[in-house]
C-alpha cells in the first residue's frame, strides 16, 4: 500500500498517519519528521532548512525530494509506505510521479483531510498544550506568526497539489472535522480496509 495524506498544518495527518501505519505496517514518511530530525542533528541539510521551517515557509523542492528520493529506497519502505507532508507542491508531484514511474512503484490512495480553516490555530495550540503536558518539546513552528505563514504556504503551494491529483482523478477526500475515529473508519472504507 502506497499512499498520500494531503491536507493543511493541523488537519490530523500525523495522527491518522500514525494509525495507519500500525494497521498495515509500512512506514510514515514524513518530511517535517525527517528535517526536524535533520536539524536536530545538525546535518548540512538540516542547516539549509531551520530558519525556513521556523518561520513557516517551505523548504526547497530540491531538498525534500532529494529526501524522499532516497527515503522511499530503504528496505523497510519496500512493501508500502504513507506519505505525510510530501508533496506540498506541484513540482514536488511531478517530481514524485517521475521517480515512481523510474522506480516502478504506483500509488494507491492519495487521501485528502478537508479541515475547516477557522478550526486549524485552535488544533495547532491544542498540540503545543498536549506536548507540554506530555513533558515533550513544542515545535518552534507551533505558534500563531509562523502559523500564519504555513496556512498561506498551504493555501498557495499546496492546495493546488490536491487540484493537481484531482485533475488525474485520484484524488479522495475525507471531512477531517469529524472525530478521529470517524476520520479513522472514513480512510479505511476509502482504502477498502
Ligand atoms: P510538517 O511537520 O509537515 O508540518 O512540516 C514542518 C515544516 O517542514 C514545514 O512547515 C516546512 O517548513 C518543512 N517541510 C516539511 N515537508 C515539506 C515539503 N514537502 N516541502 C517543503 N517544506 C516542507
Request: aromatic share 4%; glycine share 10%.
Amino acid at each position: 500500500m502506497r499512499l498520500i495524506l494531503l491536507g493543511p498544518p493541523g488537519a490530523g495527518k500525523g495522527t491518522q498517519a500514525e494509525r495507519l501505519v500500525k494497521k498495515f505496517g509500512i512506514p510514515q514518511l514524513s518530511t517535517g519528521d525527517m528535517l526536524r530530525a535533520a536539524v536536530k542533528a545538525g546535518t548540512p541539510t538540516g542547516a539549509k532548512a531551520k530558519s525556513v521551517m521556523d518561520a513557516g515557509g517551505l523548504v526547497s523542492d530540491e531538498i525534500v525530494v532529494g529526501i524522499i528520493a532516497d527515503r522511499v529506497r530503504e528496505a523497510d519502505a519496500k512493501r508500502g509506505f504513507i506519505l505525510d507532508g510530501f508533496p506540498r507542491t506541484v513540482a514536488q508531484a511531478e517530481a514524485l510521479d517521475a521517480l515512481l514511474a523510474r522506480t516502478d512503484m504506483g500509488l494507491d490512495a492519495i487521501v485528502e483531510l478537508k479541515v475547516d480553516e477557522k478550526a486549524l490555530l485552535g488544533r495547532i495550540e491544542k498540540r503545543a498544550r498536549d506536548m507540554v503536558a506530555a513533558g515533550g518539546t513544542v515545535r518552534a513552528d507551533d505558534n500563531p506568526e509562523a502559523f500564519k505563514v504555513r496556512l498561506d504556504a498551504y493555501r498557495e503551494q499546496t492546495a493546488p497539489v490536491s487540484a493537481y491529483y484531482a485533475r488525474k482523478g485520484t484524488l479522495k477526500t475525507v471531512d477531517g472535522m469529524m472525530p478521529i475515529d470517524d476520520v479513522t473508519k472514513s480512510i479505511d472504507r476509502l482504502l477498502g480496509a
